[in-house]
């Protein structure tokens, strides 16, 4: 836990992870803050990095995105520049929401949202079977989201 955060500055952290649209005068109320001192924590907040940016979080199937895939890549090589092109390419593929270097069997880990299976099936063959280095990929379908928060813990 960053010892630079007080209780304070936890609690609203807390609070703003639940409902980003809280008002100063709620937060303020909620940690026993003036409006002005707790708009100046959450200034110091964002200017800090703690708090990296506002999102609304949608609802995957209102949007149609009702397929998870877990897509682990093996890629040819370890060279910073093989790397380094594998994630520029990776970054530009709208249906990649997250991309992680891992340790382990695989180099990347992808979670990827598609509408059904034909479309994750366009995506892999149209784009990621296409991805610089890419020599092996398992995909997992999720067949349920038994959890799922972007809340950290403080």
């Not at 995957?60 to 790397?83: C, H, K, M, N």
């Amino acid at each position: 836990m960053d010892t630079s955060l007080d209780e304070t500055d936890r609690r609203l952290l807390r609070l703003l992870q639940r409902d980003g649209r809280l008002t100063n005068a709620e937060l303020s109320e909620a940690v026993n803050l003036s409006p002005s001192a707790c708009h100046r924590r959450v200034q110091r907040l964002e200017t800090s990095g703690v708090i990296a940016g506002h999102v609304a979080l949608l609802d995957p199937r209102a949007v149609g995105r009702t397929t998870t895939v877990f897509v682990e890549i093996g890629l040819s090589g370890q060279a910073d520049e093989l790397l380094d092109a594998f994630e520029r390419a990776v970054a530009r593929i709208p249906d990649v929401l997250e991309c992680h270097l891992m340790a382990g069997s695989a180099d990347y880990l992808l979670k990827v949202a598609a509408r059904d299976a034909e479309d994750f099936a366009a995506i892999h063959r149209q784009k990621l079977a296409r991805l610089p280095g890419v020599v092996r990929m398992q995909s997992s379908f999720s067949l349920k989201t038994v959890t799922r928060t972007t809340a950290l813990p403080l």
